[in-house]
């Protein structure tokens, strides 16, 4: 039985009118009759649909919407073409082919059937119907013009046809330009060939956009748990008029659209013509594990405990507890400044000196698949965007995502600092500086009139580190005048060093020797992969800390006015001693950023929204541990480079002592050890009471460096 065509008109009627929609469509009939004077071949109208609301009324044309949808846009276009002759809307307008109709759809049906999955195979894509595709755009387009719509008319001036809207060419989902536009057309009545009246071409923006499905990211990824083999591939989209410029590159998208058949030279490729872009939500609540709670139960009179523990028992699966506690906090609070939002966070970038490389990197990509973008970086690709020749007969600019932009919102780990080209690392640290690259697009070779400068917001953090071994064998030229506890670092260049928030040495104390518990761990977990080795390690699986970055990276968190004028008063404080220092090394205004972002990132591991003193004095220890590595002492007193790990130990002994007196005499100036944060052995409750006591010193000592050098006082006056 034929469906009644009538009433499915009266009933779009209806639906229009009901819906706001026939009001909008008789305002923009109005723009077409504003004054310009340009002629149309087509006119194009966008009317907003929402399937359920249709199905509601009546379930046939419904069932078109959705399934059909050139069906329903000819129902709909009739009665858009009627409205306009009744009401005489638009003056120009002749003929129904002149009507573009596009039905842009509010959401479709939460069904299976609805989503088109970029890992499953084969597409369903011979029912030219809607889906829902989600992925992340790893490259985009530059934005260039499409036919929308042209007028025919007969080359034989006897014809009839050679005048009137007889012959309108308008773009149909999936169609390529020679589709709409060709020279082989003939006129249907004297078959004469058909000219296009160029002055009544009407033209549209058009952008390429290539999504990977959400699930492509663990490919990226070093070490995963994640067993399952799935196959990724790009995928295309094609936004069109209002729809360019609407995706970002690097983001996640939920796409409504038509797949469609794309003959591109000998290769047949399957594309999505977008028919509307969302942002999807953002995914939870989170929850944390009971296991987690429990502990913060235990450690809730203390500030630092729960961070400590937290932090030893990190990357257990990686690593025995216990060791590299400061670089796991350091992650920890890289991780946990981590956003899906599309807002900007302060970043916690890692520099790490290592003389094992090996472990370093199996912790580092370990952590990296805590998050869900974190991307380690494969040598073979390039860091930064990059600009190509699109593939789809367009053969305009097309921008590459590249690691760091596809670690949007997460972290993206560039391996080796030194594995980098030179100029690699001058765009590394020009990143790292205004968190944004500048890519050129020169107009010639990509059929453009101009050149063209693309700049791109980069919110990733990175981590690097440095292979201690490695650096110090290629070069055997010795260096005499380095600071105490400052590192000897000449082949990275100081500029760049300086860009990367925290410096790290990842160092054990002489007790412990990192190697054995490491290779037994290994072959432990290589013989019983299943079995954890004790009580300790069992504690906390991935799946734990996975879901407690999931849920405290969420946390909103402000400042209480105690810890803000702190942190201002040790910035400015720390400032005015190293201005006044031999050394002379100003703190720039970056390192003030990276003292809230810690701050911020330790009240959030701490699970808590108020950012307090506390938090402060965790970000100014890592902070002046890094400065040290960097810079070297602030006294400036010059030590042979063999003195260096001596005076280390050195300064740890005196902090042991400093801590233990009861006074904070010696606290005019504020200097710390290079493990500030964990200066002790850490295996018992009693070693946990130990460094709270520790780190309540360290706060006194911090509250008096700022009363002495701080914003309210003088240095002179106090001097005096
Ligand atoms: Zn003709």
Redesign the pocket.
């Given at each position: 039985m034929r469906p009644d065509l009538l009433k499915m008109k009266e009933i779009a009627l209806i639906y229009l009118d009901r819906s706001g929609g026939l009001q909008k469509f008789v305002d923009d009939c109005k723009l077409y009759n504003g004054d310009s004077k340009q002629s149309c071949a087509v006119f194009r109208f966008l009317i907003l649909v929402n399937p359920a609301d249709i199905i509601e009324l009546d379930a046939v044309l419904g069932n078109y919407v959705l399934h059909e949808p050139v069906k329903a846009t000819k129902i709909f276009q009739s009665v858009c073409f009627t409205a306009v002759k009744t009401l005489s809307l638009v003056q120009q307008l002749q003929t129904e082919a002149q009507m573009n109709i596009v039905l842009k759809l509010t959401h479709l049906p939460s069904l299976p059937s609805y989503v088109l999955s970029l890992c499953k195979f084969p597409f369903d894509y011979t029912t030219q119907r809607f889906y829902i595709v989600e992925g992340i755009v790893v490259a985009m387009t530059t934005v260039t013009k499409y036919t929308q719509g042209a007028r025919f008319v007969?080359s034989?001036e006897a014809?009839q046809?050679?005048e009137g809207f007889q012959y309108v060419r308008v773009h149909i989902p999936g169609a390529t330009e020679s589709a709409t536009l060709r020279n082989d057309f003939v006129?249907s009545?004297?078959t004469?060939p058909l000219r296009e009246d160029m002055k009544y071409r009407v033209l549209g923006d058009k952008q390429v956009v290539e999504l990977i499905d959400n699930k492509a990211i663990s490919a990226f990824q070093g070490f995963s748990t994640n067993k399952i083999h799935l196959r990724f591939q790009s995928f295309t989209v094609f936004l069109r008029d209002e729809l360019s410029n609407k995706m970002k590159i690097g983001n996640r998208y939920k796409v409504i659209g038509i797949p469609v058949c794309m003959q591109n030279s000998l290769q047949e490729t399957l594309c999505l013509e977008a028919n509307s872009v969302h942002c999807p939500n953002i995914t939870g609540p989170y929850c944390i594990s009971e296991k987690f709670k429990y502990l913060l139960s235990l450690t809730s009179k203390s500030y630092w405990k729960f961070t400590a523990v937290l932090a030893n028992s990190f990357a257990s699966q990686v690593l025995p507890p216990g060791i590299y506690n400061n670089l796991k906090l350091a992650i920890l609070l890289s991780l946990v400044q981590t956003t899906d939002r599309d807002d900007t966070t302060g970043y916690v970038d890692l520099l790490v000196m290592t003389n094992d490389s090996l472990i370093l990197e199996r912790v580092m990509n370990y952590s990296l698949c805590l998050v869900p973008r974190g991307i380690r970086h494969i040598p073979s690709s390039d860091v930064f965007p990059t600009v190509s020749k699109d593939k789809h007969g367009t053969g305009t600019a097309s921008i590459q995502a590249n690691s760091a932009l596809l670690a949007k919102g997460g972290i993206c780990f560039i391996g080796e600092l030194s594995s980098h080209k030179k100029d690699k690392l001058e765009q590394l640290q020009s990143v790292l500086e205004n968190r944004a690259t500048t890519i050129y697009i020169p107009g010639k070779k990509y059929g453009e009139d101009t050149d063209q400068q693309v700049t791109l917001p980069i919110h990733t953090s990175f981590w690097s580190f440095i292979d201690m071994d490695f650096s110090s064998s290629k070069k055997h030229v010795q260096k005499d005048n380095l600071l105490i506890g400052q590192m000897d670092l000449n082949s990275v260049s100081a500029n760049l060093i300086d860009a990367f928030g925290l410096l790290i040495h990842c160092s054990e104390t002489p007790l412990c020797n990192p190697i054995l518990p490491v290779s037994n761990l290994i072959f432990k977990k290589a013989i019983q992969p299943e079995e954890a080795d004790d009580v300790m390690q069992q504690q906390f699986t991935t799946q734990d800390y996975e879901e407690f970055l999931a849920f405290s990276r969420n946390l909103h968190v402000e400042f209480c006015p105690e810890a803000e004028s702190m942190i201002h008063g040790y910035y400015l404080a720390s400032r005015r001693v190293r201005t006044h220092s031999m050394i002379g090394s100003n703190l720039s205004a970056a390192a003030l950023k990276i003292l809230i972002a810690l701050s911020e990132a330790h009240a959030k591991l701490s699970l808590r929204t108020k950012v307090l003193e506390e938090d402060v004095l965790i970000a100014v220890l890592l902070f002046e541990s890094s400065l040290t590595l960097k810079q070297g002492e602030k006294g400036g007193i010059i030590k042979k480079k063999h003195l260096v790990s001596h005076a280390l130990e050195n300064i740890l002994g005196d902090w042991a002592d400093q801590a233990h007196s009861d006074g904070v005499s010696g606290a005019s100036v504020f200097c710390v050890a290079p493990n500030a944060v964990f200066p002790f052995e850490f295996n018992s409750e009693d070693s946990l009471n130990q460094r709270d006591a520790y780190l309540k010193q360290c706060h006194l000592q911090l509250i008096q460096f700022i009363a002495t050098y701080g914003p309210a006082t003088h240095v002179l006056s106090n001097e005096d």
């Open positions: 007969c034989d014809c046809f050679s006129c009545l004297c004469s």
